[in-house]
């Protein structure tokens, strides 16, 4: 697939090289100069999606450290040959697979039993990692940071389906009468690929 647009590649690379130039410089001029690459960052960031610049400022402001991408996993669990989807509260009430970013200290499979068990109510156990996909390559609506994807295969084991704070109902669903998606989360494509490993689990990991 394409990668998203130009201008927000763009400055993600510029974004990237001076935060992590603010992390390891020490030469006062060379980190007046970062300050500058981030706050061109920031405005190209600004004028490419509509945002205000004070409000990219501040969204740079919050990253530090050396620069690496986020990682965002989602579980796909199966009953019969139906998936396991959630309603998003923050997106108009559309569907994704279940899942978040991982927390500092959670192993990637820890990682998605534990969304799986927080937004759904159902207790799971990580089978297979499907894919590991650039969310730049993706289709997915632009975003400014990199990201990660880690799709699971997931064995309900128990619990009830609950929602939480962060999504509604959850339901399953047949590859041919998908719901509309929460196209920042999930796409359609990535739906397909966990049901072509659901049908046959001997497929090879897939990976960017």
Known sequence: MPSETPWLDW????????QSGLTYSTNPYDLERYHELLALAAEITAAGSGLEKETVRNLFASESGYTTPKVDVRGAAFRGDELL????????????LPGGWCDTGDTPRQAVEREMREETGYEVRALKLVGVLDRATQGHPP??????KLLFLCEIT???P?????????AFFREDALPELS???VTEAQLRLVFRHHRN???PTEFD
Do not use: H, N
């Not at 989807?85 to 569907?95: C, T, Y």
């Not at 609950?162 to 109902?169: Q, W």
């Open 85 to 96: 989807l959630v309603r998003e509260l923050a997106d108009s009430g559309r569907w994704t």
């Open 11 to 18: 400055a993600r690379q510029i974004q990237s090289t001076a």
């Open 158 to 160: 128990g619990g009830s």
């Open 183 to 185: 196209a920042g989360r």
């Open 201 to 203: 689990p001997a497929l």
């Open 162 to 170: 609950t929602e939480s704070i962060e999504t509604g109902e959850s």
């Open 143 to 148: 975003y400014f940071f990199s990201v990660y």
